[in-house]
């Protein structure tokens, strides 16, 4: 009963030791989805303005750039799979890996092969696990992406997407990534990246409003030419910095979870303790009550 006792009171401690950690986690994870939030919100104005800037140069001009050009007979689809460097964030990485096998399997339905590009080490594990052949990979980012990471990104896409298909390169690209709808919805989507498809990516605009008039200098073609790759950019940075407030969000639940759940097994663990205390004194006691009696017996019987 002794060792039972011993064994109840460390595991006691060992869950008390986790629900600190898991508690310092939750709180460390709620304080940086502010921030995380501050940072989508202060690059939307950017990312707006850019958009509506190239919808307006391919709207005005007649200008077919190689990033803007459906290709015929699309054979090589890349798919850039946007997830955690690290885990305890719940089903997170988890559910942008199923919309991305999904993705997968309709791009070779349709005929395509599919070229991965992956961001975040669980989607790298997940990868490297079932021996496929990454294109590309980056990690270390994914709860705090900064512009020249998505620069990064998009360069090589950019590259991908203007080689030819006969040496290495894709004829489409696509980002599955997560997208923060409030702190308790977070939802994976897929987008197709290139051939551009310009799209308002925080919110729609007004009936009335038109797209400005510009003039291009020196040309459609160069104002295309610098445009576009920043576009790219901005793209990926928003579907990162997305990513990042879903992950943040995820885990704040998962060790918020983990935090409860610990609560209840520390009260489980004290009621169990204190049964086997108790269980432990009554023992001793009858045992000091037999002991007295058989003494009182023998005492009795030697008269």
Known sequence: MAASLRQLKQRRTSVTTIKKITRAMELIAASRIVKAQQRAQAAAPYARELTRAVSAVATFSNVDHPLTTEKPDAKRAAVLVITSDRGLAGAYSSSV?????????LLKDAGREVVPYLSGRKAIAYYGFRRRTVAQSWSGSSDSPSYDDAKA??????EAFLTPTEEGGVDEIHVVFTRFVSMLTQRPEVIRLLP??????????????????????????DVLDALLPKYVASRIHFCMLQAAASELANRQRAMKS??????????????????????????????????????????????
């Open 97 to 105: 890996l199923r919309e991305g096998e999904r993705l997968n399997a």
């Open 153 to 158: 990104i998009a360069d090589a896409l950019i």
């Open 196 to 221: 551009l498809e310009v799209v308002e990516g925080t919110e729609p605009p007004a009936e009335d409003e038109v797209l400005p008039l510009y003039e291009f200098e020196p040309s459609p073609e």
């Open 258 to 303: 983990a935090t409860d759940n610990a609560d209840d097994l520390i009260k489980r663990l004290t009621r169990e303790e204190n049964q086997a205390r108790q269980a432990g004194i009554t023992q001793e006691i009858s045992e000091i009550v037999g002991g007295a009696n058989a003494l009182a017996d023998a005492n009795a019987g030697s008269e």
